[in-house]
């Protein structure tokens, strides 16, 4: 079970931290995963942190976010700086199906219920 929180009404400019704290499972043996989806849009691959710790990000947020996981504590974080309008999403943490890097979204078989992420003018 993944449970996301940290989302919230910002101005563009602003920073953000999204956490997500995992329940049950070898959560280190996992890749751990961020997406987003606006209204109207399909869902988009944000940012990944692998089992080993490798990360790679979406071109849209690359240079402005960073993932980063806590196996102690069985929490990603996704810290947001610099937002932009068009960061406006529902964000959604996700456990993948192996510890690799994986961008697409069948790659993760565990999905949290998505907080609100809303950046204003």
């Known amino acids: 079970q993944l449970q996301a929180s940290g989302g919230g009404l910002v101005q563009a400019g602003d920073s953000l931290r999204l956490s997500c704290a995992a329940s049950g499972g070898a959560f280190s043996n996992y890749a751990m995963a961020w997406f987003r989806q606006a209204p109207g849009k399909e869902r988009e691959f944000v940012a990944v942190v692998s089992s080993s710790g490798g990360t790679y990000y979406g071109g849209s947020v690359k240079g402005r976010f960073t993932i980063s996981r806590d196996n102690a504590k069985n929490t990603v974080y996704l810290q947001m700086n610099f937002l932009k309008l068009e960061d406006t999403a529902v964000y959604f943490c996700?456990?993948?199906?192996?510890?690799?890097?994986?961008?697409?979204?069948?790659?993760?078989?565990?999905w949290g219920q998505g907080t609100q992420v809303t950046v204003s003018s």
């Open positions: 996700a456990r993948g199906i192996a510890g690799s890097i994986m961008t697409a979204s069948r790659g993760y078989n565990y």
